[in-house]
């Protein structure tokens, strides 16, 4: 079966009502409640985003998302009551693309996901090109980036952040932009933004810390230098 997303909660209640919700606004979803029943879902079936609890029982949503990575390369959204700075951090460091703190508005999760989902199917129409920058390859058509040769492993929210700053060069964009064009939503913290640009620059960039491509314009945002490439 092909769904648009899986919850993954082990909040029974929690979880069917989400998908209950989902599944009135045309989102077709499954839910699980434990990290097991996640790794035998995706063995008969098919999800385009997870929503994934970090406490699981026994068991860590940060782990679990650490073992879909190694697999797959979809959207992964926490979904929390834990709101501590630290926890935001290790779950966009493991692979999350945007962590969601307990409570929240199911109708503000379900317009985020929907943005998500039609981006993604937006992308998978886009043309052929590809955009070198120093040893940096881009394919849009595939969304594959190469560093000197080596595939590069990006997150689903790195790539699209890294797409429209290098389709947006030479100009300053302001964090607001980003938010609505890449994550699609205004709901975005600072704090996933500063987190996604250090780690593209952090595998893109030869020194991190004085970065050549990926600038940041204090107080505003940041721009993209095509003059480097």
């Known amino acids: 079966m092909k769904y648009k997303c899986l919850v993954v909660d082990d909040e029974k209640d929690l979880a069917d009502s989400i998908a209950e919700y989902f599944n009135m606004f045309d989102v077709p979803t499954f839910c699980v409640y434990d990290s097991d029943s996640c790794m035998e879902f995706f063995k008969e079936n098919q999800a385009e985003l997870i929503l994934l609890d970090i406490n699981l029982g026994e068991n860590s949503g940060f782990e679990l998302c650490k073992?879909?990575?190694k697999e797959m390369n979809i959207p992964i959204f926490f979904i929390s009551a834990r709101s501590s700075e630290d926890d935001m951090i290790i779950a966009l460091n493991i692979g999350g693309d945007d962590y969601i703190c307990k409570p929240f508005s199911l109708?503000?999760?379900?317009?985020?996901?929907?943005?998500?989902?039609?981006?993604?199917?937006?992308?998978?129409?886009?043309?052929?090109?590809?955009?070198?920058?120093?040893?940096?390859?881009?394919?849009?058509?595939?969304?594959?980036?190469?560093?000197?040769?080596?595939?590069?492993?990006?997150?689903?929210?790195?790539?699209?952040?890294?797409?429209?700053?290098?389709?947006?060069?030479?100009?300053?964009?302001?964090?607001?932009?980003?938010?609505?064009?890449?994550?699609?939503?205004?709901?975005t913290s600072d704090g996933t933004l500063n987190v996604h640009i250090r780690h593209l620059r952090e595998k893109l960039e030869e020194n991190p810390n004085e970065p050549q491509f990926i600038q940041t314009v204090w107080g505003t945002g940041y721009i993209f230098q095509k003059d480097s490439l």
Do not use: H
Request: hydrophobic share 40%; glycine share 2%; proline share 1%.
């Open 67 to 69: 073992k879909i990575r």
């Open 107 to 187: 109708g503000v999760l379900c317009a985020k996901v929907k943005a998500v989902l039609k981006r993604y199917e937006e992308s998978n129409i886009e043309k052929s090109e590809i955009i070198r920058f120093s040893d940096v390859e881009i394919d849009l058509s595939t969304r594959t980036v190469k560093k000197s040769g080596e595939m590069i492993k990006l997150k689903s929210m790195e790539y699209k952040l890294l797409a429209y700053l290098i389709k947006n060069p030479n100009r300053v964009i302001d964090k607001n932009e980003l938010f609505d064009n890449v994550w699609e939503d205004k709901f």
